[in-house]
């Protein structure tokens, strides 16, 4: 099971960025990971995944050329970075494996995109 602590989020105007932290559990190296968010009222969708090594990455259709994943094993950690935010990225963003693991999700990181 890995354990994951997720930061970084806040209120940020359209077209602005943020950089989304995940801190995962020793044992995160050895999985793919991914970023995942739920929007008020709507189902938890998934944003962008990476290799356990991270030489690949997926993105959802609604996010690419915009969003970022990364991962530094050394550090247990996956990163978001998010360019070009539009308010309906408005939401709480999470990090789990890929594909989830139902015990392993965290709080979450809020973002919210308005003017």
């Known amino acids: 099971q890995v354990q994951v602590v997720e930061s970084g989020g806040g209120l940020v105007q359209p077209g602005g960025s943020l950089r989304l932290s995940c801190a995962a559990s020793?044992?995160?190296?050895?999985?793919?990971m991914g970023w995942y968010r739920q929007a008020p009222g709507k189902q938890r969708e998934l944003v962008a995944t990476i290799t356990s090594s991270g030489s690949r990455t997926n993105y959802a259709e609604f996010v690419k050329g915009r969003f970022t994943i990364t991962r530094d094993n050394a550090k247990n950690s996956v990163y978001l970075q998010m360019n070009s935010l539009k308010p309906e990225d408005t939401a709480g963003y999470y990090c789990?494996?890929?594909?989830?693991?139902?015990?392993?999700w965290g709080q979450g990181t809020h973002v919210t995109v308005s003017a």
């Open positions: 020793s044992i995160f190296s050895i999985y793919p």
């Open positions: 789990n494996t890929d594909p989830p693991i139902r015990t392993s």
